[in-house]
C-alpha cells in the first residue's frame, strides 16, 4: 500500500477528485496549506502599498492506496493538476505498513 501526497493549486481540486474518482480512489483527505518552493513568491500592490506575498496557497491532497492502484492515482494527480507553469506542485509517495479501519477493524488493503 501506498500513502500519496500531492500538493496542488486551489483552483484544480476539483479536477484532481474528479480523475481520483475515475483511479478508483475511494477516499481522500484535503488540507488548506501554505507554502513555496522554486516560485518563490511574488509581490502585490494593495491600497498604493507593495507587498511581498512569501508563502502561496495551496492544497495538500492525500490518499491511501493498494499497490496495484498507485500508478494509476499518480497519472490522474499528474493529468489533472498540471498546468504547465512553475507552481504546479508536487506529489510524494510513501510505503504504508498498516492500515486499520476503527469501526470495523478492518486490516490492510480491505481497510481501505
Given amino acids: 500500500m501506498k500513502?500519496?501526497?500531492a500538493v496542488i493549486r486551489p483552483f484544480k481540486l476539483d479536477e484532481v477528485r474528479e480523475a481520483l474518482g475515475e483511479a478508483g480512489v475511494t477516499g481522500l483527505t484535503?488540507?488548506?496549506v501554505k507554502g513555496f518552493?522554486?516560485?518563490?513568491?511574488h509581490t502585490e500592490l494593495y491600497r498604493g502599498a507593495e507587498y511581498v506575498v512569501d508563502f502561496l496557497p495551496k492544497l495538500k491532497i492525500e490518499?491511501?492506496?493498494t499497490d496495484e492502484a498507485y500508478e494509476a492515482a499518480l497519472e490522474a494527480i499528474?493529468?489533472?493538476a498540471a498546468t504547465?507553469?512553475?507552481g504546479d506542485g508536487?506529489?510524494?509517495?510513501v510505503a504504508l505498513e498498516q492500515v486499520l479501519r476503527i469501526r470495523t477493524g478492518e486490516i490492510g488493503?480491505?481497510?481501505l
Avoid: N, P
Fill in 63 to 65: 490518499c491511501a492506496v
Fill in 3 to 5: 500513502l500519496i501526497t
Fill in 78 to 80: 499528474t493529468a489533472a
Fill in 30 to 32: 484535503v488540507t488548506e
Fill in 37 to 41: 518552493g522554486r516560485q518563490k513568491g
Fill in 90 to 93: 508536487k506529489i510524494f509517495v
Fill in 109 to 111: 488493503a480491505d481497510a
Fill in 84 to 86: 504547465g507553469k512553475v
